[in-house]
């Protein structure tokens, strides 16, 4: 026998799973939610006669409107003649809700919901494609204070109207809107607009990555400045010609770095290494790379060879993991797999090492300096 109580449990999972589409259906359509009460059987009745008696009490005491109960008259040789109820139904999701005590949650997404879809009016095409972007942001909706989901929707229209503003996100002329509610609710602004037919980006500016560069050889410095920071394509335009330049993974070590003769030293910035590939005058250099001897920094390497296939690595290898094993700790992201693609013998042999270890990371910050400076100026400095 289904119980009032698991009735709600069980219907409560179908209202989760599918709340938002009954919200967002533009057609309006429902088809009834139904859930057979699995009735007691002749015997049943016989052997625990209290417990069927509770049972039916509590299906008597339901009464949601728009929720029917379906009873049947049962005549059973043992237990006489009995009317219990075989089969709930519930009409709409609202009553549905009402049944699980959640009357109040259908009501207010049931509410966002319409607005929302107001920004495409039904019957418009793409309007279901609408429909189905605002189902997948509903439940963020929902969850937004009411003053909050107001902005959200002043900010679509302004989007909608505005589609190529080249505005700054910071710069929405919306009322309400602080310097970084943007990035707070992207994640409903964002797929609602591109439903709309704007684009990811919501035609706004975004700020350009801005890229750490040192200098080692001040004589390439632009104006005098050895150390600094700047967009990919500013650097781009920089008309110089370092012998080597060398990729540095972690920005502690970049900034240690001593003067170095015909050296550019930049911050490789993790697995957005591959920015520096598009800089004319590192295309023209010897490249170095120099990261963390673990799973990672082994692959930041090879992508960095995907599009520099000529990269060498300095201090990735065996021997210097052996050399300071003792400075190793545990790679809370695993040994890695997978070998990456493109490895040298030496590189792959090291990586076998680290998998084998069951996951270990040497650090660069942890060689020795003395040690790493004679191996750099040794590399870096050889044409």
């Known amino acids: 026998m289904i119980s009032v109580a698991e009735a709600r449990l069980r219907l409560g999972k179908v209202y989760q799973r599918r709340f938002t589409g009954w919200a967002t259906d533009p057609s309006g359509a429902f088809e009834p939610v139904e859930l057979g009460l699995k009735p007691p059987t002749d015997r049943q009745v016989s052997l625990d006669m209290a417990a069927v008696g509770h049972w039916l009490q509590d299906w008597s005491r339901v009464d949601t409107d728009g929720v029917r109960i379906h009873w049947e008259t049962r005549r059973w040789p043992n237990s006489g003649t009995q009317n219990i109820p075989v089969r709930l139904v519930a009409d709409s999701p609202a009553a549905l809700a009402r049944f699980l005590g959640?009357?109040?949650?259908?009501?207010?997404?049931?509410?966002?919901?319409?607005?929302l879809l107001e920004l495409h009016p039904p019957g418009e095409a793409g309007s279901a494609g609408f429909a189905a972007a605002v189902g997948k942001v509903l439940a963020k909706a929902g969850a937004l204070a009411e003053q909050d989901f107001?902005?959200?929707?002043?900010?679509l229209a302004w989007l909608e109207a505005n589609p190529h503003s080249g505005l700054f996100p910071r710069q929405l002329p919306v009322q309400g809107i602080d310097s970084k509610w943007l990035e707070r609710h992207a994640g409903i602004v964002r797929p609602v607009n591109v439903a709309l037919g704007g684009t990811t980006d919501l035609g706004l500016k975004t700020p350009p990555k801005l890229y750490r560069v040192r200098f080692l050889d001040r004589s390439l410095a632009p104006g005098g400045l050895d150390d600094l920071m700047a967009s990919g394509s500013a650097l781009a335009r920089l008309p110089i010609a370092p012998a080597t330049v060398l990729v540095i993974e972690n920005l502690q070590t970049l900034l240690s770095l001593p003067p170095m003769d015909s050296v550019v030293a930049l911050h490789g910035a993790g697995y957005d290494v591959r920015w520096s590939a598009e800089l004319p005058w590192v295309?023209?250099?010897?490249?170095l790379y120099w990261g963390d001897l673990d799973a990672d920094g082994l692959a930041i390497l090879a992508a960095l060879r995907g599009v520099l296939p000529t990269v060498v690595s300095v201090m990735m290898d065996a021997p210097t993991l052996q050399r300071f094993d003792h400075l190793a700790v545990t790679d809370p992201n695993g040994p890695g797999n997978t070998e990456p693609r493109g490895l040298t013998a030496g590189e792959s042999a090291v990586f076998g090492i680290l998998r084998e270890s069951g996951g270990i990371r040497l650090e660069q910050e942890r060689i020795d300096w003395g040690y790493a400076l004679q191996v750099l100026n040794r590399v870096a400095t050889r044409v």
Do not use: E, N
């Open 283 to 287: 295309r023209s250099a010897r490249v």
């Open 102 to 115: 959640r009357g109040r949650h259908w009501q207010l997404h049931a509410q966002r919901a319409r607005r």
């Open 150 to 155: 107001d902005r959200v929707f002043d900010v």
